[in-house]
């Protein structure tokens, strides 16, 4: 993924989100000069909800890798949770750098 001479790259909103009686963004993700950037609102009382939300999202995301005939759907979530228990148990950004944008 990279910019354009255009800009950014950014993604379309939803369209269900246009006609929905509430509707919030709560996360913005972005890779840039190969760093991760967010931009989140908490969204939820219960924080236990983004847990629901990162699932769904890489499940998401699975379904996307093997729509582009990447990866069987099975594969991709299999390498995402291998990596997100890596990570859980060893930040590779625990410099003290991260930080969330609201």
């Not at 509430?22 to 909800?49: C, H, K, M, T």
């Amino acid at each position: 993924m990279s910019a354009t001479k255009a800009g950014p790259r950014q993604l379309a909103i939803p369209p269900e989100a246009h006609n929905a009686k509430a509707a919030a963004e709560v996360l913005r993700a972005w890779v840039i000069d190969n760093g991760l950037q967010v931009s989140l609102q908490r969204g939820f009382d219960d924080p236990g909800v983004w847990g629901i939300l990162l699932t769904d999202i890489a499940r998401h995301a699975a379904r996307v890798f093997e729509t582009e005939g990447v990866c069987s759907e099975e594969h991709a979530l299999s390498a995402m949770k291998d990596m997100l228990d890596a990570e859980w148990d060893k930040p590779t950004d625990d410099d003290g750098s991260l930080q969330a944008v609201q």
